[in-house]
């Protein structure tokens, strides 16, 4: 029988000792998808030819009565000699009962678990904040999500409204840059310490969302490692620097109401003057009010869609005097309390007017969540019940009997809200005939 040719392609039936040429001449036959040439030397070793002529070396031999084959790399890469060696280091595994795809997945697993491990202890208390931002933006309303956007913001933007003509930087900013890892108790304290100075409200507030987002945080296997045991922020040390919030009293005595509604009702601005009163006579919150659109006034059943921020809506009578208001209010946009430059397209709370017309009427130190304050003192003369009065304002139930068994439809609603609204007129000694009918709505480009 005549020797094969230098140029002929391998033998595949039986071993051979393994040399370049020899790899460089294999090809996978016609019909199959892959072919293997066998090494003599090292049992197991062989070279695998694909349809396409990739080749790589690979190892085959029986663990536990299983056939496994194990990828070594690629022929162009890998020496005959470095193929040889590593499949004799797999053999001593195997004979020794070791499955060397379980030894590899191992070794995967821990580096991957250095490198998360060396991802989280440097990443920063800004960029942990942006993902938990996006995780719980599902869950939280648009306010409370800007409102942890603010406390982070860099500032530094210019502003004709900001002290000094630029905005200041967001009460949590100075924390960002720190790593997570070294957001320890005594730097909290410390923050808490120095914030405490100037704006301990605030303080008070970015403290209790700082504590949520460290649970948050300890929760997620990507931070935990980097965090004590104990959230860092709920220390006594930082709980009494922050102090306690003083309990607000500040609402309209019934002797006040005249003054109070003339001067709001002298504001050169009336769409203000209206929103004013609106808080005043509906105990809403401010953002819900002035947030309030058009597609909200139901002037055929008479109802206010309130887009509240504890329960998602309400429904509150329409009583005739805020009909009268707004129905004379402008409509250049969807919002009632419209605003030709504010972006948001509405006006924004307007703490500065107010502050002027109670200066004007001699009031002192009435804030504009006082006006929500005043709403549920004042009904207190009237003996309106007092779930009526939470129904209005948007407050939870507090009793068992309110909660599962009271229903109240907004026309039973109204009979008690269009009573709270004739008394406060009454003693403001504002002019109002309830039965006229409102103004027809105005349209302005």
């Known amino acids: ?82 193929a040889r060696t590593e499949a004799r280091r797999l053999a001593v595994l195997l004979d020794g009962g070791h499955d060397p795809r379980e030894i590899e997945r191992q070794k995967q697993a821990a580096h991957a678990a250095d490198k998360a491990a060396a991802a989280a202890q440097a990443v ?8 938990y931002l996006e995780a719980r933006r599902l869950h939280w309303g648009e306010r409370h999500h800007r409102e942890h956007l603010l406390m982070v913001k860099p ?32 730097a909290i304290e410390a923050w808490a310490a120095r ?21 948050w945080c300890a929760e997620q296997p990507e931070y935990a490692p980097v965090l004590p045991s104990v959230n860092p922020a ?16 500040d609402a309209l005595l019934k002797e006040q109401l005249p003054a109070w509604f003339a001067a709001v009702r002298q504001l050169q601005n009336p769409i203000i003057a209206a929103a004013l009163q609106t808080m005043l006579l509906t105990g809403a919150r401010a953002g819900e009010v002035l947030g309030l659109r058009w597609e909200d006034v139901n002037t055929t059943w008479r109802g206010l869609t309130i887009r509240d921020k504890v329960e998602g809506t309400r429904v509150i009578p329409l009583t005739p005097y805020i009909a009268s208001l707004l129905s004379v209010l402008p409509r250049r946009n969807e919002f009632v309390f419209s605003s030709a430059i504010a972006a948001s397209g509405h006006i924004v709370i307007p703490r500065s007017q107010h502050n002027e017309a ?22 207190e003369w009237l003996q309106i019940p007092a779930g009526v009065v939470a129904q209005v304002m948007g407050h939870k139930p507090s009793a068992t009997a309110e909660k599962h068994y009271t229903v109240r ?15 406060i007129l009454e003693q403001a000694g504002v002019p ?4 006229a009918a409102p103004a027809a709505l105005r349209a302005v480009a």
Not at 67 to 78: H, Y
Not at 159 to 173: C, Y
Not at 203 to 211: D, G, M, S, T
Not at 432 to 435: M, N
């Open 124 to 131: 920063t208390v800004g960029e942990a904040w942006a993902v």
């Open 155 to 186: 500032g530094g933007v210019a502003s004709k409204r900001a002290a000094g003509g630029t905005t200041a930087p967001g009460i949590l900013h100075p924390l960002t840059a720190m790593p997570l890892r070294a957001l320890t108790a005594p």
């Open 358 to 379: 109670c200066a004007v009427a001699g009031i002192h130190d009435l804030t504009v969540h006082g006006l929500r304050r005043s709403f549920k003192s004042l009904t």
């Open 195 to 215: 914030e405490a100075q100037t704006r301990p409200a605030a303080a008070r507030l970015a403290w209790r969302c700082l504590k949520a987002f460290l649970t």
């Open 1 to 82: 029988m005549a020797r094969p040719k230098n140029t002929d392609a391998p033998a595949l039936t039986a071993r051979i000792n393994l040399t370049s040429g020899a790899i460089q001449r294999l090809a996978c036959p016609a019909g199959k998808q892959q072919a293997f040439l066998r090494d003599s030397e090292v049992p197991g070793l062989s070279v695998r030819v694909t349809a396409a002529g990739s080749k790589a070396f690979v190892y085959e031999a029986k663990l536990n009565r299983q056939t496994i084959r194990l990828t070594i790399g690629a022929a162009k890469l890998w020496s005959i000699e470095q």
């Open 409 to 423: 439809p907004l026309d039973l609603l109204r009979v008690h809200h269009e009573k709270i609204e004739a008394w």
């Open 432 to 435: 109002f005939d309830a039965k």
């Open 234 to 249: 709920k220390t006594k040390k930082a709980r009494e620097v922050l102090g306690k919030a003083g309990v607000k009293q």
